[in-house]
């Protein structure tokens, strides 16, 4: 399986971006994709997650500014951000988890910078 992420960039708060993240390969059919990101200096953290079914995870820091969704024909996963704060710069990550073998993918991560 393979992660293709862009979309990153530096943006002023309270602005948006949307990342993308096109995976390819040997799929698997259950699957929950999602982005997490790691701050300068800190741990890496679940930002948004989508099953196959649509259902959704937020990160509590994000919910209600984040918006994660999922093309299921093209295989790509979405993440809308929008009244983005300094707080949120990172180095963004796209994961797909095999729910079967529990085998998680990761694409090479997009830096997301936040002027204030």
């Known amino acids: 399986v393979q992660l293709q992420a862009s979309g990153g960039g530096l943006v002023q708060a309270g602005g948006s971006l949307r990342l993308s993240c096109a995976v390819s390969g040997s799929i698997p059919r259950l699957n929950v994709m999602g982005w997490y990101r790691q701050p300068p200096g800190k741990q890496r953290e679940l930002v948004a997650n989508i099953g196959s079914g649509s259902d959704r995870n937020y990160a509590h820091s994000v919910k209600g500014r984040f918006t994660i969704s999922r093309d299921i024909a093209e295989n790509t996963v979405y993440l809308q951000m929008d009244s983005l704060t300094p707080e949120d710069t990172a180095v963004y990550y796209c994961?797909?988890?095999?729910?079967?073998?529990?085998?998680?993918?990761w694409g090479q991560g997009t830096l997301v910078t936040v002027s204030s």
């Open positions: 994961t797909v988890r095999n729910l079967v073998t529990r085998a998680d993918y």
